[in-house]
């Protein structure tokens, strides 16, 4: 009798230890016109799927303040009253294209939210047959300029000068909503996860092994492919790539970033992964990257603490930046 006790209560402390390890909940959907994968690792169902339920919440909040799509938008009301007045704005649609503008500066205006006036012109999504006319780009480029992005912090009023100029998030908006779904999740208490914004990830603690997350790094041309793999702990790993939406002329493939400079998309780089605490900076320095090139983009993230690269090349050679860790195994 005894011993059958004592098995009894060896069982019932065994589940109970079961019950505390952590499980992986996740929920895959479209937020932001892309896949968001949204991954909480937990012992307690509830308080995951709240912290799940929450991110959400957050990433849809984000896009109706800064989606360039929906005419209700902040963003939407900036862009129909270029060179007409200024706006008054959320303070955190403000601090964003503050954010947005010294990304322009540091990257000598490689990025430009205010490249959105090519929009227009420009079509990834397999509607364009020809390139466009040389005049109707220059005419376009000439919209296309952060300066002309007036701030007025007293006021919270942003103000784009030039009739015609329109600002668009979509190389930093992705990587801003993980990071803010991040917060949201940790203030509920979860401890490890994931927020994988169709390439855009951040993640934090501990995997269900126990071990920190390992973030494959795709092969551009094969998907499924891993080519190397990188150890991350509350860090981010966003990557840009000409494999997602691009136009091919000529058999050249135009990427879907539009370097700011010229009106044209960028060629010549298949991939730039940024790896960096912060990922709004990780998501806007992969777009910048593209634009830059290889030299002067390497240059530019060996001088940022905290911020590596890794850079794949039309001829499939494998660029990085000095500190970078990569393992060809997983
Ligand atoms: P990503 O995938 O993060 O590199 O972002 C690419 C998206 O950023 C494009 O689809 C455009 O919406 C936008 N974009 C394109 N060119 C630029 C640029 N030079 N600066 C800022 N945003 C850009
Ligand atoms: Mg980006």
């Known amino acids: ?51 799940i339920n929450a991110a959400i919440t957050e990433i849809s909040r984000i896009e ?20 007409i007045k200024p706006i008054k704005v959320d303070n955190e649609l403000f601090q964003l294209i503050q954010r947005a503008v010294q990304i322009s500066r540091i990257t000598d205006g490689a990025f430009d939210i205010s490249y959105a006036s090519m929009d227009r012109i420009w079509k990834f ?13 220059k005419e376009a480029r000439s919209k296309i300029g952060f300066r002309n992005i007036q701030l007025n912090p007293a006021k919270l009023e942003v103000y784009l000068k030039v009739k015609g100029m329109k600002i668009g998030f979509g190389a930093i908006g992705k990587g801003y909503a993980a990071q803010k779904a991040k917060e949201k999740m940790s203030a ?21 092994d126990g071990e920190s997350f390992k973030v494959g790094i795709a092969d551009p041309r094969k998907k499924n492919h891993v080519l190397s793999w990188l150890k991350v702990n509350n860090t981010s790993v966003v990557t840009s790539g000409d494999y997602e939406r691009y136009v091919l002329f000529d058999n050249v493939r135009y990427a879907h970033i539009i370097d700011p400079r010229t009106g044209y998309p960028t060629t010549g780089i298949k991939s730039v992964t940024i790896v960096s605490a912060n990922p709004e900076l990780a998501d806007a320095l992969s777009t910048s990257v593209f634009v830059l090139g290889i030299e002067k983009g390497l240059y530019l993230i060996n001088q940022l603490q905290g911020v590596e690269c890794l850079v794949i090349t039309d001829n499939d050679e494998i660029v990085t930046s000095k500190h970078l860790e990569i393992n060809n195994k997983s």
């Open 125 to 137: 999504d397999g509607s364009m047959k020809e390139m466009p006319d040389a005049e109707i780009v």
């Open 188 to 208: 509920l208490g979860i401890k490890s996860g994931v927020v994988n914004a169709a390439g855009d990830l951040i993640a934090w603690g501990k995997d269900i």
């Open 64 to 83: 109706r303040l800064i989606s360039s799509w929906d005419p209700n938008s902040q963003t939407s009301l900036i862009n129909r009253n270029a060179g």
């Open 1 to 51: 009798m005894r011993l059958f006790l004592t098995v009894i209560s060896l069982l019932i402390c065994c589940c109970a230890a079961l019950a505390q390890q952590p499980q992986k909940y996740h929920k895959v959907l479209e937020l932001m016109g892309s896949r968001f994968e949204i991954s909480a690792f937990d012992a307690d169902a509830q308080k995951a799927w709240d912290g």
